[in-house]
C-alpha cells in the first residue's frame, strides 16, 4: 500500500496554448479532466492547500490554457481546459478541443483525473472524453465533485451512479472542495500513482 502523497510544496510553472511548450517532462505527470465547471482547479488549490494557486470562477470557462503545476519538485498536476461550456462561441470551443487533444496525445500523461458533477448524470461530452480515455487506454480514477451539495448519506451510492452511467466499472470517489471530504482517499492514489511512475530498481534487478 503506497502512501498518501504529501504536499509539501506546489508552483505554478507555465501555461501553454496552442502552439506553446510544455516543460521538459517528469516520470510522473497527472492532469484533471472534466466539463466546465466541475470544479478542477478548485480540486487543486484544495489539494494544495491553497485558494489562489489554480484560477477559479463561478462563471464555466475559467482556464484557458494548459496550466502545469509541480508538487514537491516531482510530480506534474496539470489543469486543462473545460470542455462543453456551450456559451463559448464555436472557435474558442474548437480552440479548447484542439487544446485538449494536443495536449492527451502528447504522450505525456501518465494518470488522468476525470471528474464528474456527483449530482448530473454525464453529458454527450463526458461520454465522449471517457470513450476517448479508454481508446488511448490512459489510466484513469473517478472523482465525483461538490459532494457538499447532496445529502451525506447518498454521496457514495451517487458517485457509483455517476460512475456506472458513463460505462466505467462503478466507482468513483466523492470529493469536495468546499470540505475538504475525498482529500485524504485522493492523495492516497495520487501516491500509489506515484509509486507507479518511479521504475521499482529492486523488481528489475531480480529479472
Ligand atoms: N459547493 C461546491 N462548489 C464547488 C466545488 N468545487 C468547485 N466549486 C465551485 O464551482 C465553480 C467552478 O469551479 P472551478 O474550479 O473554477 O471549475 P473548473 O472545472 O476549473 O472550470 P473551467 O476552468 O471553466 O473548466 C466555482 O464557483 C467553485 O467555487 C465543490 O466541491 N463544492
Ligand atoms: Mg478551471
Known sequence: MEEQFIIRQA????????????????????AIV???NVGKSSLINRLANNQKLAKTSAQPGKTRLVNFFLLNKALYLVDLPG???????????????E??????????????LMLIDI????TQDDLQMFRYLIYYNIPYTL???KADKI???????EANKRAKELGAPPFALPFSSETGEG???????IGQIFGDCIPKEKESAEE
Open 11 to 30: 508552483e505554478f510553472v507555465t501555461s501553454a496554448g496552442l502552439g506553446g511548450q510544455y516543460p521538459e517532462p517528469l516520470p510522473c505527470e497527472i
Open 34 to 36: 472534466g466539463k466546465s
Open 83 to 97: 470542455y462543453g461550456f456551450a456559451k463559448a462561441s464555436k472557435t474558442e470551443q474548437k480552440s479548447w478541443g
Open 99 to 112: 487544446l485538449l487533444e494536443r495536449y492527451l496525445s502528447s504522450g505525456r500523461v501518465k494518470h488522468l
Open 119 to 122: 449530482r448530473h448524470a454525464p
Open 143 to 145: 472523482v465525483a465533485t
Open 151 to 157: 445529502a451525506k448519506s447518498k454521496r457514495k451510492q
Open 183 to 189: 482529500k485524504a482517499e485522493l492523495l492516497q492514489r
